[in-house]
């Protein structure tokens, strides 16, 4: 009968199951607690001070006051903390570190709204081409912003979940990459002024990602994390865990899988451009929509727009089906906005795909490809440019098997992305110019982002070889700029013996953290590489092991369902 299976007693593994996760939800709860306590006894021992709320007329109890000194005193801006959270904490008598969250948190989603209007260029005004373009690249920047903000605070009632603290870390970095982003567009006579319009909003966004972030220490502590998967994946096939529908979408060629829209250039299909068969895809659907690209080269700028969840975009194959354009800087568009092929909506797929930007490397800034989107995978695509080629600007991203091709900066941005079993393909630049493969942007400590590249192989191009062109793994592009090789073949004498470039001046700051692990290939060799002290190159498997898949991205929550080949772990 239905539903029997629902009365009756309780399997006595299920119910040793949910004792355990019921404890364990009191020892997280717990666990967070004790950050109060830690962060009481270090104000005492260092005297350390924070700022009251000069407009409170309500003198807090001690007890309320040194709950929110120790919870905002993880900050990297204790006295907005305290500033932000103590008008709400005078209405009520139980303040808790939970509570101070959520508090940090509305208040950041306050001001931000506030800031937002800002960018908005008043009637009559008349700025040139390329600050109004880069107001619009704000609008879109600062409402993404929002709602990652607003994402992050529809789970806030629950942080005991190690899945819930991974999504609100994730989120909350990528508020704050979107507005800094925002920042760097603009040039010098008004960097300043957006600067203040963005200063307390970002300092907001910084606190509640700290206070997060001090709340997965916790978990961590208790051991809550998933673990490693056992054993790797076999780099020729797909999980083994795969549902056999799943596989059928990995394996079969591209023209036999039943799919929802057709794209052709020659009219076989019933759109003719990628962006026309984006309108038809529903919004917010947690159901994959699969659009079939046949081959040709598709001259169009394509935005997959934020509310376009699950989109799967298959082609004829890397060099067979390619999206080109050649918006660039130099030309009057932000680089934000010069990217050939951009994906803003969640649980993105493309596969056998190939992205380019023609521009050339006179025009300096020039994206073929950019991806803001959450759990977004590319698999078997290339990117194809000069500088700037690739942009994984923020959030959980992988790339498998790809060819990225470039000169200056060519893989940049700031999200938590793994590459695995890629080929990067530094190219012949400019006269003057020197190569540099990444540009980590980590530009707060507590964000959980960066560049890692495993099990990929560098090789130079045919019109590089032979020239006395410098090619280096990288240069620090914000503070804390964060990128790691591991296992991956430096083919030739491709890499310059030093390894890395400064961003500016002869060295890199010391919060930066570089590292590289068991590669191998002639210029390999680290025995002439800078000597930062951000640059690590006696790691341990256990460090290096952060950076893979299943810890850095959150692999194993969501990669399986994609479809896709990957590695969890070394």
């Not at 008008?87 to 940090?104: E, L, Y």
């Not at 159901?287 to 080269?297: H, S």
């Not at 296992?487 to 400064?502: D, E, Q, R, Y």
Request: overall charge positive; some cysteine.
């Amino acid at each position: 009968m239905a539903g029997i299976g629902s009365y009756g007693k309780v399997n006595p593994m299920d119910q040793d199951i949910l004792h355990r996760k019921r404890k364990n939800k009191r020892i997280i709860i717990i666990g967070i607690s004790t950050i109060v306590l830690v962060g009481i006894v270090i104000g005492a021992v260092v005297g350390t001070a924070v700022g009251r709320d000069k407009n409170s007329s309500v003198d807090q109890p001690s007890q309320v006051s040194a709950t929110i000194k120790a919870t905002c005193g993880v900050t990297l801006y204790p006295d907005t903390c305290v500033q932000s959270v103590i008008p709400m904490a005078n209405s009520t008598k139980n303040v808790t570190p939970q509570g101070i969250f959520r508090w940090a948190l509305q208040a950041a989603i306050n001001e931000l709204s506030v800031v937002s209007e800002r960018f908005n260029i008043p009637d009559g005004s008349s700025p040139d081409n390329f600050t109004a373009a880069a107001f619009a690249n704000c609008r879109d920047l600062l409402e993404l912003a929002m709602d990652h903000l607003n994402d992050t605070a529809n789970l806030s009632g629950d942080i005991t979940s190690p899945n819930t603290l991974d999504d609100m870390l994730t989120w909350l970095s990528a508020a704050g990459t979107y507005q800094q982003t925002c920042l760097d567009d603009f040039e010098d006579s008004l960097n300043s002024t957006v600067s203040n319009y963005l200063k307390t909003s970002s300092e907001l966004t910084s606190n509640s990602l700290a206070i997060v972030n001090s709340f997965a220490k916790v978990a961590n502590e208790f051991n809550f994390h998933r673990r490693l998967l056992n054993s790797d994946v076999d780099d020729s096939s797909a999980p083994s865990w795969l549902s056999r529908s799943g596989r059928r979408l990995l394996q079969a060629p591209s023209g036999s899988i039943q799919v929802d829209a057709i794209v052709a250039k020659d009219g076989s299909g019933k759109y003719k451009t990628i962006s026309a068969a984006l309108k038809a895809v529903p919004e917010k659907s947690k159901t994959r929509f699969i659009i079939y690209v046949k081959k040709g080269v598709y001259q169009e700028n394509v935005v997959v727009s934020k509310n376009a969840w699950n989109v799967m975009i298959i082609g004829d194959g890397l060099r067979s089906t390619i999206v080109t354009g050649n918006l660039n800087v130099v030309d009057g568009t932000p680089t934000f906005q010069s990217a050939t092929f951009t994906v803003n909506g969640k649980g993105f797929i493309a596969r056998d795909m190939g992205f380019r930007n023609t521009a050339g490397a006179i025009k300096h800034q020039a994206v073929a490809l950019l991806s803001t989107a959450d759990q977004s995978v590319f698999y078997g695509c290339s990117m194809d440019a000069f500088q700037d080629t690739l942009y994984p600007h923020s959030n959980r991203q992988f790339y498998r098997e790809c060819t990225i091709t470039g000169t200056v900066d060519f893989i940049f941005g700031n999200a938590a992305v793994v590459f695995q079993n890629c080929t990067i393909v530094p190219r012949l630049p400019m006269s003057g110019q020197q190569n540099t493969i990444t540009a980590q942007g980590k530009l707060d400590p507590n964000q959980n982002t960066g560049i890692s590249i495993q099990g990929s192989t560098l090789i130079a191009s045919n019109d590089l070889k032979g020239t006395s062109i410098k090619t280096y793994l990288g240069r620090p592009w914000k503070d804390y700029s964060t990128t790691i090789f591991f296992n991956s073949n430096f083919v030739g004498s491709l890499i310059n013996p030093a390894g890395w470039l400064p961003w500016v001046g002869n060295s890199a700051p010391a919060t930066i953290f570089y590292a590289e692990y068991q590669n191998f290939g002639t210029s390999a060799s680290t025995k002439n590489r800078v000597k930062w002290s951000g640059l690590k190159l006696n790691l341990t498997a256990k460090q290096v092991a952060k950076f893979t898949v299943n810890p850095f991205i959150d692999g194993a929550n969501w990669l399986p369902a994609t479809a896709v080949p990957f590695v969890p772990g070394l």
